[in-house]
């Protein structure tokens, strides 16, 4: 089991950047695929980004394509997630999650979520 806690989320005009980091506890962090995920008010949770174990391959949502950067430091388990040029849609809770298995663009291969961290940006 593994156990992951979300920080960095705040308030940022349109435009701007943020950069969230997820700490991970527990069995080894290195075997596990890592996402990024968002819920806004009344919407359902999607994916934002994805990161497979070893860090070589990433996926990405259409809307943040080119935006946000995911990576991972299994040194430090932690994963991160670089947003740049911050939209008013963009607001949303957004949850690291963690996946032992399946494919790892696929939110019900995701076993593992921490608390969610809000993201508002002004417009």
């Known amino acids: 089991q593994v156990q992951l806690v979300e920080s960095g989320g705040g308030l940022v005009q349109a435009g701007g950047s943020l950069r969230l980091s997820c700490a991970a506890s527990?069995?080894?962090?290195?075997?596990?695929?890592m996402g990024w995920f968002r819920q806004a008010p009344g919407k359902e949770r999607e994916i934002v980004a994805a990161?497979?174990?070893?860090?070589?391959?990433?996926h990405y949502a259409d809307s943040v394509k080119g935006r946000f950067t995911i990576s991972r430091d299994n040194a430090k388990n932690t994963v991160y997630l670089q947003m740049n040029s911050l939209k008013s849609e963009d607001t949303a809770v957004y949850f690291c999650?963690?996946?032992?298995?399946?494919?790892?663009?696929?939110?019900?291969?995701?076993?593992?979520w921490g608390q969610g961290t809000q993201v508002t940006v002004s417009s």
């Open positions: 999650a963690a996946s032992a298995g399946g494919l790892y663009y696929y939110i019900r291969s995701y076993n593992y």
């Open positions: 527990g069995r080894a962090f290195s075997n596990y695929n």
């Open positions: 990161i497979i174990w070893s860090g070589v391959n990433t």
